[in-house]
């Protein structure tokens, strides 16, 4: 019944002496916040990122039907040229964001290469239970089956249901909804690049309505201990990669560049061969954090499993990627440089 059916209704009851009928009001639609930062979903017929916010979301008024949707540009950067300057710019403006009564979820648009770890890195440094999704595209907008309008569609569905709250940071790319922790690209063109090797996804959007089947357990945004509101740098972390016939070089390279931790990524369950082995333990001697992650896309690096990491004085990935591991490392350093400690953070998180 329309509203104005109702009103004559009400009238026409209070004139008989009846009670009203309640007027029933428009639910409002959630309020839905956009922070663009560029990426191939914001590409137009060449290979820059030229849409901004507002032109992103206006290219997709199916967006106005799921909720009100406002957008803003943090960055406008294909995703390998992304900063840690930009994570805590980003992570801010969220925090800022969720605060306030006038918004109800956040999606993250962002360029697919490095998107999982500024997923991961806002996993642990977001404040809030509302939900926040990173949303990228494999496709650009001239291409015949891009895909950046259907993920955000996808992202904006998710970020506006009541079902996505307390779930930690989430990604979606082709109908899928994945932990930040978790999902990693496996493919360099595929339009579902986006995958979850050990623990697989949390649910799928079907119909334009997001699924949820299972939940994440490691602690994430308001139950971690990390907080990035008065920071304006963190601190330097490089990853070495592992392989036939490497040598130190490499290792003691990060050592004089200034790092202040290293995730080796190893072979197999971590394996750090014996020419690498003495600068691992002279730079965790030192006071370096030295993960050992591995370069395998799956699976958990065994505490003194693959090495005796207590008397080498490194710590285990657990099931961490290295260029995730590296994003725990930074902002563990923030909060320690104690191997035993940073150990429990991996344990943790």
Known sequence: MRIGTTLGVTLLGLVAGLPPLPIMAQTAKPRILVLATGGTIAQTDSKEAKLLGDALIGAVPQLKDIAQVQAEQVAQVSSPDITPEIWLKLAKRINA???????????VTHGTDTLEETAYFLDLVVKSDKP????????????????????????????????ARS?????????????????TKTNTTSLDAFKSPDFGTLGIVQGGKPIFYRQVSRKHTTATEF???SLTALPKVAIVYSYVGVDADAF?????????????????????????????????KSGVVVVRASRVN??????????????LGTITADSLNPQKARVLVMLGLTRTGNAAEMQRLFDTY
């Open 167 to 183: 779930n930690g940071v989430l990604v979606t790319l082709n109908d899928t909804i994945q932990s930040a922790r978790d999902v």
């Open 252 to 284: 003691e390279g990060a050592m004089k560049s200034g790092a202040k931790g290293v995730v080796y990524a190893g072979t197999g369950n971590g394996s750090i061969p014996k020419a690498v082995q003495p600068a691992a333990a002279s730079a965790a």
């Open 298 to 311: 799956g699976g958990v690096v065994e505490r003194n499993g693959e090495h005796d990491d207590t008397a």
């Open 97 to 107: 964001a969720l605060a306030s009564n006038d918004v109800d979820g956040v999606v």
């Open 227 to 229: 907080d990035v509101s």
């Open 132 to 163: 926040v999704v990173v949303v990228g595209s494999m496709r650009g907008s001239s291409a015949p089956s891009a895909d950046g309008p259907a993920n955000l569609i996808d992202a904006v569905a998710i970020a506006a249901s009541p079902t």
